[in-house]
């Protein structure tokens, strides 16, 4: 392709990714969008991906293949940076897909508002015995969607980005701010530091409120999920400090930003591990604290949220059971969210269902169910004042009037602590027990 053709250059990085990087290159070259270069960075991939590569560049000339041993994460997302031609500049992991309108969308707002960079949101995406379930995950406040953000303006008001492969940054302003990843060994959170220096250099960002990126949850190949890498995020932000010192960075509220995210990270990456990997990031997290205490007391003023500001004051008896306590929590959510697709996967093709409570459990089991496989008819509740009302698009009707016009409908019911009473009012109404599942 031309160069002066390429308005974006999609960094794709890849190693070991045979299972996953035919479908994500595939959501790349049906883009809506088409002036754009695709860049592989192969990292040294010793499976089937470089002859996958190979063929993909066969058949369409906007993909070139670079291989380099270096198996950095931020190596091959920085060494993408240098051979891009575009104007902008995008970075899909191998594992992940783009909707198909994400870079004509992005690139529609940047060609109006001409930001540093542009955003969206993105749907987190599993597949479970065949069934594929999508949820969409929101990234900003409401009030930061659908307008020009000043950023070095009004330091005190901006979010750092939750997501960097949301978006597309304008390359010149990657250049001219010299902002890279960390390229340490591994893959391994180097996109922390780039998250928190786009969002801070940056001199104007729009964030659009439209899910435009797929995120897979279920590769067990992650680094995610790998906890003898996890403690790395302390280092990680020990090159974040060196690069704020490195730009003469002032700015309180910035720095304040930093030290926040940073006891952040570590209190839910410790949730996340178990055994001794909990152990040495814990002993990490302490020794951290006694060089930080100083600078944490200097920016009480602006506020730390609650789980950083106990982390600050409390004893580590107090933590280690908190944490503990938010392990075992987010395992058994897990587990039931994942028991709970697993029947939705098991009900045929357009089976009809009730959703039977229409409170918080109700929105979640709505978010998990796929309209394609699954049709919702409406959603029930006893409180008489919401029946032939609408809530999350869906109809109320009072359990009754679901069961009469619904005879055939499995029945989920959300509600947290009257599913045994709700479960015997069903039964009384004739629905048996094999239709009926307790999201609770």
Known sequence: MRDSCIKISVIVTVHNAEKYIEECLDSVIGQSFR????????GGSTDG???????????????????????????????????????????????????????????????QYHP??????????????????????????????????????????????????????????????????????????????????????????????????????DNPGSSMYDSKKTVVIADEHDFLKRELEKRKITDPCIWHNAYQWKYTDF??????????????????????????????NRYT??????????????????????????????????ERIYAFLEWLAGLPENQEVVVFGCGQKGEEVLKYINPVHIKICCMTDNASKLWGTEKYGHIIFSPKQAAEKYPGAFYIVAN???????????????????????YI
């Open 35 to 42: 002036d754009i270069e695709i860049l592989c960075m192969d």
């Open 49 to 111: 991906s470089p002859r996958i590569l190979r063929k993909y560049a066969e058949k369409d000339d906007r993909v070139r293949i670079i291989h380099d041993p270096n198996t950095s994460y931020g190596h091959k997302v920085n060494r993408g940076i240098k051979e891009a031609r575009g104007e902008y500049i995008s970075v899909l992991e191998s594992d992940d897909m783009y909707e198909s309108f994400m870079l004509e969308k992005l690139y529609e707002i940047a060609g």
């Open 116 to 217: 540093d960079f542009v955003n969206g949101d993105y749907t987190c995406f599993l597949d479970v015995n065949g069934r594929r379930f999508k949820w969409v995950t929101k990234m900003y406040p409401e009030g930061d969607y659908g307008r020009l953000m000043e950023n070095k303006k009004h330091p005190e008001e901006f979010g750092i980005i939750p997501r960097y492969w949301t978006g597309i940054f304008r390359k010149e302003y990657l250049e001219r701010e010299q902002i890279r990843m960390n390229e340490s060994p591994g893959a391994s959170y180097q996109d922390m530091s780039f998250r928190f220096l786009t969002s801070i250099l940056a001199d104007t960002s729009y964030h659009l409120d439209l899910p435009v990126y797929l995120y897979r949850v």
């Open 267 to 296: 209190r839910g990456n410790m949730r996340h591990l178990k055994g001794e990997y909990r152990k040495e990031l814990f002993w990490r997290y302490r020794e951290e604290l006694k060089k930080d205490r100083e600078i944490l």
């Open 301 to 334: 003023g602006l506020g730390y949220n609650q789980d950083v500001w106990e982390m600050i004051v409390e004893s580590p008896e107090n933590i280690e059971r908190k944490i503990e306590q938010a392990s075992i929590a987010e395992k058994e959510n897990h």
């Open 416 to 438: 947290k602590y009257h599913a045994d009473s709700i479960c015997g009012q069903l039964k009384s109404m004739g629905i048996q027990e094999d239709v009926v599942y307790r």
